[in-house]
């Protein structure tokens, strides 16, 4: 049982004890359940606290049980609810640190709840995609009023107890404890005092109306339009808290179980819910063990004070962490501090840091040209050229001057990290950290691990990662690691798809539909079509075989690199990002195309999504079966953080398994069978054919 009982004089105290966070899984709620009876048993006690153990009062139903019988089970949460409402005795609630979803509605359904100062409270459940589903959507409104209840349900966002304590006429709280600290005591000497209350309150039975009723939730519903285009559940939690203002408790209470239900199937809260778990999934490795020794990183280098360099030191500024940078030249450092400084007063000036924050960062980054100054460094990483012989020249110098200990570190995005580390004596200290631009911004980091790279130093980056707020994701050693490798091949049908009869602007429209932040082309033109030339001039020599359309070579050589030379795959105007089609590109492919012999053909946008998606997909499978990624649910995190991958569609894979693989599977059998494509790289990886067959998902 992961609840537990003991009496303190004539007061019951069940304290949920389910790690990490207390999650109201079905051993928990048979605990209180059980609790209760004893404590309605035993004619020595009048009254009873429910609280919780650790670092948590309740984050909620428990996420990972969702989907599988025991959520189903009764005690059900709602059954739980009803025995707290129905306990001859005075329940009431000593809320702490987190108390979030089920845990609030528990709360709710208590006679009486102290809080401690510093508690999140939240419904969150819009986060997952559903609604709160124990009665949190009825019982909210009716204790900090209709608005701020709607707010607080469509936003999912945390607000501190004590900002809801200090609502006046506000009921969630009746009391608020001094401290966290004295929130035990507090709450038995509430529990007595209150034990002879007849009758006990109930927040069912408080009054629930908003006086410009119809008006106020016709604004409510054109507030939640835009931001719920891709996700339904918000505009259900506006139905279900009208529902609360006009009718009676009990249906009220049908009516959001019945929103509930129906919102957990859908593939949106499905996605997010397997967002949810596998963005914690990533941070774990199979054979680093969570109690792995961490080296202390207090002091960090950045070589190069390009870009990438000064936004990976922004993010360590931001994190309280002292960054030294390094350059050959003064020039390029005081180039590099003022993009730095530009980056920061554009923060102020929108008001979204403060002067005195700004000035604390700037006085944590520090200069040098000389390499002896970086000796003190627990942690450096190497951001200059993307050039195997430049990196060999600044491990070496690296292996020289840093202390023993150091994690030496590579932005490489495409090198061989087996080989940078074999630059230096102390391969177990290397690292990959590919950081994604722009890197104070996007929150993917790919951690690659090389085959000499120490446990310690992996723990050590990961919980660094934790620190300055990237997510990431662990991977082995391969040309592209796990993103680039994608995409390469998602490159390559986008090119496939021109030559066969599509526009950029089709191909980009028809991806951004599907959700995809930017399509592949306007991609390209952001990140830089040189970049793709560059690998592609690679391919050609050392994979031959590989068929590429030439397309995008011809728009190189045209000079058309994307939005730094204002022209790529689009036009652009200078201080803009929008992207103008370009009658001369559209040109150029088509007499591309009518070189080659080829007779356009109308391609509709879900054979668009499809190709490009499942190129995806299959480069995927191989990846995992390579045992270049631990897990699938690692790459839908580093497509969802990294490449504007849609939330809602959970990553790629997560959507193949919505989509089902044997269907996957059809589909790429007929691509291959497309003479202008790639049959061989259609035939299906061996794990997807093998999953696909076994009718099971990559999870
Ligand atoms: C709900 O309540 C439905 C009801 O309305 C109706 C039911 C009928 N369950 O985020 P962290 C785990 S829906 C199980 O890194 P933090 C998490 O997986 C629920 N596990 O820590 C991780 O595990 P691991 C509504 C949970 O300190 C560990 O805790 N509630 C749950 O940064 C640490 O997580 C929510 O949506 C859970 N409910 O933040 C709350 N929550 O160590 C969502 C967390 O194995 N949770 N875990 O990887 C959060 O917002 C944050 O996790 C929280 C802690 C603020 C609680």
Redesign the pocket.
């Given at each position: 049982m992961t609840a537990e009982y003991k009496v303190h004089g004539s007061v019951a105290v069940i304290t949920l004890a389910n790690p990490?966070?207390n999650?109201?899984?079905l051993s928990t709620r048979q605990g209180i359940v059980d609790g209760l009876t004893r404590a309605n048993d035993d004619a020595a006690v009048t009254s009873i606290v429910i609280t919780g153990a650790g670092?948590?009062f309740s984050?909620?139903?428990?996420?990972?049980?969702?989907g599988t019988d025991k959520?189903l089970q009764e005690p059900?949460?709602?059954s739980v609810i009803a025995a707290v409402e129905n306990s001859a005795k005075p329940v009431v609630a000593a809320i702490h640190s987190?108390c979030?979803?089920?845990?609030l509605?528990l709360a709710l359904g208590c006679h009486y709840r102290i809080a401690a100062p510093g508690c999140?409270v939240?419904?969150?459940?819009v986060?997952?995609g559903?609604?709160?589903?124990?009665g949190?959507t009825q019982r909210l409104p009716r204790v900090v009023g209709v608005e701020a209840a709607l707010n607080m349900i469509v936003s999912?966002e945390?607000v501190k107890s004590e900002l809801i304590g200090s609502i006046p006429g506000q009921k969630l709280f009746d009391k608020m404890a001094a401290s966290p600290e004295a929130l035990a005591a507090e709450a038995l000497a509430f529990a007595q005092s209150v034990a002879d209350v007849r009758p006990m309150p109930l927040v069912r039975n408080l009054p629930c109306k908003h006086p410009q009723g119809d008006a106020y939730f016709q604004f409510a519903r054109n507030m939640v339009k835009g931001m719920s285009k891709n996700f339904p559940a918000p505009a259900k939690c506006v139905d279900a808290v009208e529902a609360a203002t006009k009718k009676k408790f009990a249906d009220g209470l049908l009516f959001e179980r019945e929103l509930?239900i129906n919102l957990m199937w859908t593939p949106e809260s499905r996605s997010l819910r397997h967002l949810?778990?596998a963005e914690?999934?990533a941070?774990?490795i199979p054979d680093v063990p969570a109690d792995t020794p961490k080296r202390d990183i207090k002091a960090v280098a950045v070589i190069g004070a390009g870009t990438m360099g000064g936004g990976i030191a922004m993010n360590f500024l931001n994190a309280g962490i002292p960054v030294k940078m390094l350059e050959m030249k003064q020039e390029a450092l005081d180039r590099g501090i003022a993009t730095i400084k530009k980056n920061y007063e554009a923060q102020v000036k929108k008001g979204k840091l403060k002067q005195d924050k700004y000035e604390q960062r700037m006085a944590l980054l520090s200069t040098t040209l000389d390499y002896a100054d970086l000796k003190d460094a627990d942690l450096v990483i190497e951001a200059v050229f993307e050039e195997l012989g430049v990196k060999e020249a600044v491990f070496k110098q690296l292996d020289a001057v840093m202390k023993p200990g150091a994690i030496l570190a590579s932005n490489t995005s495409t090198l061989d990290v087996n080989k940078i580390a074999h630059f230096t004596q102390r391969p177990q200290d290397v690292v990959g950290l590919h950081f994604f631009s722009p890197a104070n911004v996007m929150k993917l980091l790919e951690v690659v691990r090389g085959d000499a790279t120490a446990k310690d130093v992996l723990a050590t980056v990961m919980a660094v990662a934790k620190k300055i707020r990237k997510t990431a994701v662990v991977s082995g050693v391969c040309d592209g690691f796990i993103g680039n490798r994608m995409i390469e091949q998602y490159g390559r049908q986008g090119g496939f798809l021109l030559d066969e009869g599509c526009t950029p602007e089709q191909v980009d429209k028809a991806m951004e539909k599907f959700g995809m932040a930017m399509g592949p082309f306007r991609m390209g033109d952001l990140a830089g079509n040189d970049i793709g030339w560059a690998i592609r001039k690679r391919r050609y020599t050392e994979k031959p075989d590989m068929k590429y359309s030439k397309t995008a070579d011809l728009l190189c050589e045209k000079g058309r690199f994307g939005q730094k030379t204002g022209a790529g795959w689009y036009d652009y105007v200078p201080g803009k990002r929008d992207a103008i089609p370009n009658a001369e590109v559209v040109k150029m492919i088509e007499d591309h195309r009518a070189s080659l012999g080829i007779t356009p053909r109308k391609i509709s946008d879900e054979e668009i999504v499809q190709r490009l998606v499942f190129s995806l997909v299959n480069e995927a499978a191989h990846i995992l079966e390579e045992g270049i990624a631990n897990k699938a649910s690692d790459i839908d995190v580093v497509y969802i953080f990294g490449y504007g991958f849609p939330v809602y569609r959970g990553g790629p894979l997560n959507y193949a398994n919505e989509v089902g693989l044997f269907n996957v599977v059809q589909a790429m059998n007929r691509f291959a069978k497309n003479p202008l494509d790639d049959a061989a790289f259609w035939k299906p990886a061996p794990l997807l054919a093998k999953l696909a067959a076994e009718g099971k998902t990559f999870n």
């Open positions: 990490p966070v999650g109201l899984g670092g948590a984050g909620g139903a428990d996420i990972k049980e969702f959520s059900n949460l709602h987190v979030m979803g089920g845990g509605e999140s939240a419904l969150p459940e986060k997952l559903i609604l709160p589903g124990a949190g999912g945390p509930f949810f778990l914690r999934a941070s774990k």
